[in-house]
T-cell receptor, first 108, second 112 residues
Framework: KNEVEQSPQNLTAQEGEFITINCSYS?????LHWLQQHPGGGIVSLFM???GKKKHGRLIATINIQEKHSSLHITASHPRDSAVYIC??????????FGKGTHLIIQP | EAGVVQSPRYKIIEKKQPVAFWCNPI?????LYWYLQNLGQGPELLIR????????DSQLPKDRFSAERLKGVDSTLKIQPAELGDSAVYLC??????????FGEGSRLTVL
């Protein structure tokens, strides 16, 4: 069974700061997802990665297949970025493995 | 295109009553998931369907929970009888061939 570790578990930062959330896993995967969940809200898919890097607005996600590691970066962070960010492995025949999530608070 | 649609959004019932949740995934998505999410916790898988086949229901409490996905499209999750500990948000998600995940808004259950 694939193990997934997210860090940090909790992160509080000031508006405008560059944010990095990390995800490491133990077994090779077909894909990795980054999800966002605002307090009391639904879950939104931010990225699906199998290699390299993807960018959407102020969000950047990278994955290093050899090192079994992915990062989610937020540039010019804003209070509306405050949410739980979840790393999820897989999506094929083996199903999904969820990380425990990173609780991010961006203070104005 | 509509996303994953779940209903009802909210449901309040007394313990021992039955309850059912409905999920309409994105058209054409072969994989459908039901998750349970407690407050402040991550989602926990209840059941995963590939088309109409339940390929992972190992975490589904089969004494009181049941699910079906007739014709490999819509799905229904039922709890009978409900217990106080079943109060949670029930999430449905779908994907196409292991691709991007799409989640519904969830059905929030309160058991009194």
């Amino acid at each position: 069974k694939n193990e997934v570790e997210q860090s940090p578990q909790n992160l509080t930062a000031q508006e405008g700061e560059f944010i990095t959330i990390n995800c490491s896993y133990s077994v090779g995967i077909s894909a990795l997802h980054w999800l966002q969940q605002h307090p009391g809200g639904g879950i939104v898919s931010l990225f699906m990665l199998s290699s390299g890097k993807k960018k959407h607005g102020r969000l950047i996600a990278t994955i290093n297949i050899q090192e079994k590691h992915s990062s989610l970066h937020i540039t010019a962070s804003h209070p509306r970025d405050s949410a739980v960010y979840i790393c999820v492995l897989g999506g094929g025949a083996d199903g999904l493995t969820f990380g425990k999530g990173t609780h991010l608070i961006i203070q104005p | 295109e509509a996303g994953v649609v779940q209903s009802p959004r909210y449901k309040i019932i007394e313990k021992k009553q039955p309850v059912a949740f409905w999920c309409n995934p994105i058209s054409g998505h072969n994989t459908l998931y039901w998750y349970l999410q407690n407050l402040g916790q991550g989602p926990e898988l209840l059941i995963r369907y590939e088309n109409e086949e339940a390929v992972d229901d190992s975490q589904l409490p089969k004494d009181r929970f049941s699910a079906e996905r007739l014709k490999g499209v819509d799905s229904t999750l039922k709890i009978q009888p409900a217990e106080l500990g079943d109060s949670a948000v029930y999430l449905c998600a779908s994907s196409l061939n292991g691709g991007e995940l799409f989640f519904g808004e969830g059905s929030r259950l309160t058991v009194l």
